[in-house]
């Protein structure tokens, strides 16, 4: 029989253990269950939500059920993830309808709640901590008739999680929460055609959406909010080199919440669809962001959230070019968009297959 023993997450190795014990959020629901394997993701689940210690059992060969051989070829069902996905997005839509509500009474004088805006990204964590990876699963989230609404919901819900990785307190990462949803909320200010114009922008259009930030700060100004979240959306396009708009802050004048909502703005906006161009893929993103991490972003805080994202992706299955389905193995801290892939049972170093990409995460 096997022995039960108390493990730190922080010491836990893929494929050497079994859980003991089914785990649960601070929110009592279950991330993760009794007798699964404790594989790279469900490390990571466990340190996203802050998990330090979980019983565990040993793997032993006498654990392995004696089976016919095929029953161990594991295939990638496109179909069923798909049906996992559009089961999430009924739920998904469901919330980003009650943004809509919100930013609705927002515009007609009603208090901002920001426990209400925790609980509502929180709804969604916890909708998928038990299903798979949040990031791949909001870059499925198609909704070109509601841009903004469905953008600060998606960025609100991952400044939750990336608080959590910079161990914030349950208040910052409320008010961070607050800050998130209401940074884009000017854009209802301005006309639909505009904001979904599939061509390119003439200066003036330009501007018009640029001043969708003063928008957003003069609908939230008079409203009972700490400093911190109305400057975080009048900052949140600043750049620490002084080329952002509108203010042209540079380096610590520029609020810390609006250096981690910059950050999430540009992952999000690249990984979904826009009616001028194509969603771009996760690592292909976070790999624009270390590349512009020195000069125009918080480098630390950048650095750290391709950190949390990039690994998120670890055993994610992947589309190549090349037709061939895999799933990453290892992410490359200096070329996260080029990570090791596992195809048929070989390795494919991205690094060195230069005409080899990927198309799509799973």
């Known amino acids: 029989m096997n022995s ?17 014990q089914d785990i649960y959020n601070t929110s009592g629901v279950m991330i993760a269950r009794k007798d699964s394997m404790i594989t790279k993701k469900i490390i990571v689940k466990l340190n996203l939500h802050n998990v330090e210690t979980v019983m565990v059992k040993k793997f032993s060969t006498s654990d392995i059920p004696t089976v016919d051989p095929v ?16 089961e ?52 499925f989230m198609k909704s070109q008739d509601s841009i903004t609404f469905n953008h600060c919901l998606n960025v609100s819900i991952i400044s939750q999680i990336f608080g959590k990785f910079l161990d914030m307190d349950d208040e910052e990462i409320e008010l961070l929460a607050t800050c998130a949803l209401l940074h884009d909320i000017g854009k209802t200010k301005i ?12 200066n003036d259009e330009v501007n018009t959406l640029q001043n969708h930030v003063l928008h ?25 080199d002084g080329s952002g708009y509108i203010m042209h802050y540079k380096g610590d004048q520029i ?15 690249m990984t979904q669809e826009r009616p001028y161009r194509k969603k771009i893929v996760p690592l292909d993103a976070l790999q624009y962001i270390k590349s512009i991490s020195v000069s125009k972003l918080d480098y630390s805080l950048a650095n750290k959230f391709i950190t949390m994202t990039a690994n998120s992706y670890k055993d994610t299955k992947v589309k190549l070019n090349t ?18 892939v596992k195809v048929d049972g070989t390795i494919i170093d991205l690094t060195q297959e230069v005409d080899v990409k990927i198309t799509e995460a799973y």
Do not use: W
């Open 4 to 20: 039960v023993i108390s493990f730190p997450v922080n010491a836990l190795k893929a494929n050497e253990h079994f859980l003991a």
């Open 71 to 86: 029953d161990f070829e594991i295939e990638f069902d496109p179909k069923n993830q798909y049906e996992n996905i559009r």
């Open 88 to 139: 999430f997005e009924e739920n998904y839509n469901e919330v980003a309808d009650q943004i809509k509500n919100n930013f609705k009474e927002i515009e007609e004088g009603k208090e901002i709640q920001p426990g209400e805006i925790k609980k509502i990204g929180e709804d969604i964590i916890n909708h998928l901590s038990h299903s798979s990876n949040i990031f791949s699963y909001l870059s």
């Open 191 to 202: 006309e639909p055609e505009l904001i979904y114009k599939p061509g390119p922008l003439s």
């Open 216 to 240: 957003s700060y003069k609908m939230i100004e008079n409203h009972d909010l700490p400093q911190s979240v109305k400057l975080g959306v009048l900052m949140h396009h600043e750049r620490v």
């Open 255 to 269: 609020h810390k919440f609006a250096k981690i909502i910059s950050i999430i703005d540009i992952y999000e906006a």
């Open 323 to 340: 037709g061939h389905i895999g799933e990453i193995v290892f992410i490359n801290p200096k070329a996260v968009n080029k990570p090791l």
